[in-house]
């Protein structure tokens, strides 16, 4: 019977262990922590709510950028679509211009078709420089502008001055081959093309006797044509010499391309 006793007391005296001041204290403690909890509850919710704005934001900016992407996308269709337009007419206009080449009265630019001793591309020189000097307006409308938008050549300066300056000449006369002025032409092309030189320094053997000389190196240099173009833009120099030579008040010329040491071709024109 005591120990039946003694276990029913023991509950009692653990709870008088406890007095009415630690369990304020320990209620006090419970109910800030209850406070602490239900703020960062409220907190987690303002959260949780602008987590979710942020989301929806995010997802409306991501459904805006594809909105974009295609806006743009279409955009860059049409101005592609628009530029092929373009170039076509462009294309078609230099084409129709290109025809009137085929008159009759432009086959004298051919004035060196005749001469044993010069390369079909030397020829070549002759015609499409006549072609230059006969209808310079015309030259600058097919020849320069199909050079420009093969070879973007439209922010050089140099090219801007040649098609204002081309589109405001009036016509000179054909140059005829001349083989005094090619066996000048020829002597320095071969000579400066053993050593590599670029100039108008001729070594000894080499005679001078021209008025005008127009010199071109490139890989490109044994184009009639391409020698022609380079020589009347001339971006190299400032003075402008290669085009002054080419469209000066000359009547006779000789051309000479040779291979080069440095840069595969060289080409001399020289002019009386």
Known sequence: MRNYVFILALPLLLFSCVSSKDYAALKGKLSQEAEKNQKLTAENQKLKKTVSEQET????????????????????????????????????????????????????????????????????????????????PLFAETFLEKFIQENEYHNNPSTRSLFNELTNMQALPILKPSKKMWELAQCHAVESGKTGYMGHERVKKCEKGYKAESCYYG?????????????????????????????????????????????????????Q
């Open 57 to 136: 934001g995010v997802s409306f900016m991501k459904s805006q950028n594809a909105t974009f992407k295609e806006e743009i996308k279409k955009l860059k269709a049409d101005l592609e679509n628009a530029q092929k337009r373009i170039d076509e007419k462009v294309q078609g206009g230099i084409q129709q211009k290109e025809a009137q080449w085929q008159e009759a009265k432009y086959s004298v630019a051919r004035s060196a078709d005749k001469e044993d001793y010069l390369s079909r591309e030397e020829k070549n020189t002759y015609y499409y420089l006549n072609l230059a000097r006969m209808n310079p």
């Open 219 to 271: 890989e490109d240099a044994y184009s009639g044509l391409k020698i022609v173009l380079q020589l009347l833009i001339d971006s190299e120099g400032k003075s402008l010499e290669n085009r002054k030579a080419c469209l000066g008040d000359h009547k006779e010329m000789g051309v000479s391309i040779q291979l080069h040491k440095t840069n595969s071709y060289g080409a001399v024109l020289d002019f």
